[in-house]
């Protein structure tokens, strides 16, 4: 039986947890292997400690926690890393508000988290404000908004969203082409993703985000010599087979 209360509410049932039991929980998931890596690559750029556990992992726990803002917010303020990831995947869209959303984006340290934080399905790409940010951060001068605000971009790609019509996608396609290759690694990776989203969302806008990928040719990407991540190929992404068939109807 688990050591964890359930209580019920008008969704059916949902755990009541304190930050100290979510820790206990980490704690029983660590990963060696991922803490060794951490320590290795992360923790003098961070500050932070970390349990190792892998973003999938992080996923499964978040989603037995549920939504909680409040615990989110205590969760942010631990010098562990998994906390902090759980503590971005268990708040609430509808709760986010933008002096939280800019207080965050300052602490994240070295850009550890802006994946998490604003791209991966995150809860922020599905707040209210999600664009008026992106709009911001894509134009901020801080190099983590930049990504940031990009990774915004490419979560808004997959939605219907009023402002981002036609003309819109266009003008972002045309300005990642041009600026792409003067930006940090992190914001270029970033700039990629977004165009690829764009590149999906209709005819008009593949074709645009073909032309673009074809101008700007490889985007080189340095996951380290022990990470198997490669750089985004968003040509064979925006010319696949799915992707054609999906606007030939």
């Known amino acids: 039986m688990s050591r964890f209360s359930f209580a019920p509410t008008s969704a059916g049932y949902a755990m009541s947890w304190s930050k100290s039991q979510v820790i206990s929980l980490l704690r029983e998931n660590q990963d060696e292997r991922g803490v060794t890596h951490w320590q290795k690559r992360a923790k003098q750029a961070t500050g932070l400690s970390s349990f190792g556990i892998g973003l ?66 995150a809860p922020l790409a599905k707040s209210p404000i999600a664009f008026e940010l992106a709009e911001e951060w894509m134009n901020s001068q801080d190099e983590v908004r930049r990504r940031c605000g990009y990774s915004l971009l490419y979560e808004l790609s ?39 989203g764009l590149g999906k969302r209709n005819k008009t806008l593949n074709q645009a985000a073909i032309k673009a990928a074809k101008a700007i040719g490889p985007v080189q990407i340095d996951y380290g010599d022990d990470n198997q991540c490669q750089p985004l190929d968003v040509l064979k992404h925006l010319t696949s087979d799915y992707v054609k068939n999906k606007f030939a109807k």
């Open 56 to 121: 999938t992992k992080l996923r499964k726990l978040a989603k037995q926690i549920g939504r909680e803002p409040k615990l989110a917010a205590q969760l942010w303020k631990s010098d562990i890393y998994d906390a902090k990831v759980i503590a971005i995947l268990i708040d609430d869209p509808k709760a986010i508000s933008k002096e939280q959303a800019e207080r965050q984006v300052e602490q994240i340290n070295a850009g550890m988290l802006s994946h998490v934080f604003a791209s991966c399905d």
């Open 158 to 196: 997959k939605r219907k969203v009023k402002a981002m019509d036609d003309d819109y996608c266009l003008q972002r396609i045309a300005d990642i082409r041009e600026h792409i290759h003067d930006e940090p690694m992190w914001v270029r990776e970033a700039m990629n993703t977004a165009l690829m």
